[in-house]
């Protein structure tokens, strides 16, 4: 396993690991913002599966981020990478067990 890197510049992914085994676009946002770097991993036909269920359970799994980074869900990121795809996500109930932000981020969205 290599060491695990110490600041954004350390990171460099790989194009093999940049899309899915068939191709698709799987790094799909690598932005940064007010100097976060914002990596969002997901497929469109995630995505779609997705607008297809009305309840969604969202666990963040924060002992295997990186040290360097904070949290490894933004539900912001997700809606916009969505949006931008023309796919509508409006759940019925979003349960999960993690952070308030969380929790007030997606009634702001659900608005």
């Keep these: 396993m290599p060491p695990q890197p110490t600041k954004l510049d350390d990171i ?8 899915t085994l ?10 940064v913002v007010e100097d976060k770097q914002i990596l969002l991993f997901t497929t469109k036909a ?3 599966y997705l607008s297809r269920l ?4 969202i666990d963040g799994t924060f002992k295997t981020v990186l ?11 997700l809606i916009e ?10 759940p019925a109930t979003i349960l999960t067990d993690f952070e ?3 929790i007030n981020a997606s009634r702001i969205e659900s608005k």
């Design 81 to 90: 990478f969505a949006e931008e795809n023309n796919i509508s996500l409006r």
């Design 100 to 102: 308030l932000v969380a």
């Design 12 to 19: 460099d992914i790989l194009d093999l690991l940049s899309s």
């Design 22 to 31: 068939s191709g698709e676009e799987f790094l799909v946002r690598d932005s």
């Design 67 to 77: 040290t360097i980074f904070r949290q490894l869900a933004l539900f912001q990121d």
């Design 54 to 57: 009305s309840y969604w359970m």
């Design 46 to 48: 995630n995505m779609q």
